[in-house]
């Protein structure tokens, strides 16, 4: 949501928009002063707390919002792949919101869970199937490539482990001012687990805004000489960065860079604060991190005693040539396509300073490749590089960093490599579920690139090591060593709500046996299969997918053949042509414009970005519908005549009719009746199918009593209309209706 001058929610019909920007009370305020919604949905609906202590509840501000907007709408869906967190209560009190009266309280609903069917729909992708009982995803498959670090790569490694922990330490001394100190270092931590090349980058941008900040104050304290040599060293530490020559434009460039530093650094002053709050409120989020990036090299009005002489020592120490994390990237690159050389493959890694450094050893190894680079901005910009990947003739690797790892759709390629490991776990699966989705067609290889003699690799290693065990206790492991999806899913999902990452990490640097983390993560994530025990007892009695209710819903593809049908005679009356050109796929060609192909197959026309899919939704096709449904009923033969020898006199009427049941459910229904000239039903009528087909537009003379006509349609067939509601089942009781007349054709024999 962006509009900010009106009323958005009386303004717009359809709006996303974020909890924590909708919570706020002003914007509460003006939303239920707005007309109610027909449908409200909360993503991540877990996020919607309410917690009991002794006989006190305690409602989040995300959960009051909820309650509101409940009272201002008709209907309401709340999605999560968490909803129970192993807490009864809370569970409860978010079926409270679908609906109050279904339980007292939570002993109520473990003992009559069999009702949770009422307002609980369960579906994991082991469920999910094609129309003919078919697996719908593909497998996956993921690896753990280890490796070591180099002699100079582990020196600067401890070396860097020294400065954060001397960073955790004076962070914890100053208690609640040392806050932002603590959130640099834990940037900074989460950068060097990216690669050295990022922590190297944001070192030096660090050490820059370090050496500007000692020069203004050099120059509020009047030492006009100390800010002069500062300045001086500033200067060369730009030219070193941005590699620039020492000559006049050069040194020009460097000017420029050192006064918009400088008014980077007086406003990042003001903000600090403000944006660690801020970034706290991202808890463990892998996007925290990326949005911090800039902030851990610009936050210096917070820092370690003498910290540019300790970053400026760091520096020195900094190994030389290729990391070797990349070297196993590469090296793994080079097998790859020596079996497929146009194998696509994707590579997430969060930080920006890790993307230069990889694009550039990917291209000097490989030319002709190609490499994509899809990072943050614009939605419309995300897609952009997609789409350039996904060419034929496109890019071979797209490069991501945490932007990506969100409403990017890739199941196009079928590799995927994580060169840094995000602490959250969950965030590692959502990155995995670009290419592991649906419409992947190939076995998904996953490659985790793991630093065996890291903190971070080792705490890495210890999950999976727990995670696995417990998979094994339960003969959840397959025939490939791999952790059956939907329990890795299960259990992740809460431990990442009973474990804060960030406190896990930063710990285990001031734990370097790994002894305590050791603990913390046998208890947590014994917890967290306890509760997805729980979850699995409570939820056992919910209807399962049956295959057989899905049937009844699919029309075999008549839907998308009358579609066909619609969009070719559109096309004829525009003067042009919607023809066959293979298999699923259609030529449209109109006069005055470029032709277009369409697939009436999904996977097909995800598979081919020349390729449009045909749907209610396409701009031409939506652009007919509008066209066609403004005209009026007359034009449309919507109200016409069938005529023809041998058939019987009479009025066909076509009715939608929406049911709203006493739960608050709705059902929609076509409803066709036939009704003599005598004012009585003709299931006759009702069975003229195909003729209903030939209706033509309504002639004068066909109907020689209008108010005839009028009559049976507003009173006869209202009544009978009612009847066939109450007889068929279609209106239980307690149940109200509206119902609204689409058609109404004259059958003159």
Known sequence: MTDRKSNAFAKHNRLIVSIDTLKRRARVKRLLKAPPWDLVVFDEAHHLSAYK????????????????????????????????????????????????????????????????????????????????????????????EGFTLSEDERRFYGALLDYLRDGYNLAAKQGRQGRALGFVMTIFQKIAASSFAAVKATLQRRLLMLTIQEAVERDELLDVDGRDRILKEARDLIREIYDLPDDAVGRAQAEQLLAEAKVQLLKKRKETAAFVKKAESYDDTEIAAAVGEESAATMVSVALPEERRRIQELLEQFPNGMETKTQVLIDALGQLWRVNPREKIVIFTTYLGSIAGLKDAIERTFPGKGVEVLKGGDHGAKLAAQRRFRRKDGPQ????????????NLQFARVLFNYDLPWNPMDLEQRIGRIHRYGQRHTAQVYNLVATDTIEGQIFLLLEEKLHGIAQTLGKVDEHGQVAEDLRAQVLGQLSSRLSYDRLYQEAILDPSLKRTRQELEVAMTNANLAREMVFELFQDLDKFN?????????????????????????????????????????????????????????????????????????????????????SPEERALIGNIEGNGIEAGLITIWQVVVHGKGGQVQQRIVRLGISPTGERSPYLERLSKDLLKACPCRKGVSQDRETVGRLVNGTASELLHRELVYSGFLPEGASYSSKLLACLEVAP
């Not at 690797?397 to 990017?408: D, H, Y």
């Open 397 to 408: 690797v797209l490069l991501c960093t945490a932007a990506g790892r969100e409403g990017i």
């Open 53 to 144: 202590t002794g006989n006190k509840v305690r409602k989040t501000e995300n959960y009051k919002l909820a309650e509101a907007l409940r009272q201002h709408c008709r209907d309401l869906l709340l999605l999560s792949a968490t909803p129970h967190q192993g807490d009864h209560f809370r569970f409860w009190m978010l079926l409270r919101l679908l609906d109050p009266t279904l339980f007292r309280d939570e002993q109520d609903m473990v003992e009559n869970r069999h009702r949770l069917n009422a307002v609980v729909i369960r579906r994991t992708k082991a469920d999910a199937c094609t129309s003919d009982g078919g697996p719908l995803f593909a497998r996956r498959v993921v690896h753990t």
């Open 547 to 631: 295959l057989g209710d899905y049937k009844r819903f699919d029309d075999e593809g008549r839907g998308m053949r009358r579609l066909v049908a619609f969009v070719q005679r559109a096309a004829r009356l525009d003067g042009g042509e919607f023809r066959p050109r293979g298999e699923d796929v259609y030529e449209l060609v109109l006069p005055g414009q470029d032709a277009l192909l369409f697939a009436t197959d999904r996977d097909k026309a995800l598979q081919q970005e020349e390729l449009n899919l045909l749907g209610l939704e396409h701009p031409v096709v939506k652009q007919w519908l509008d066209r066609y449904t403004s005209l």
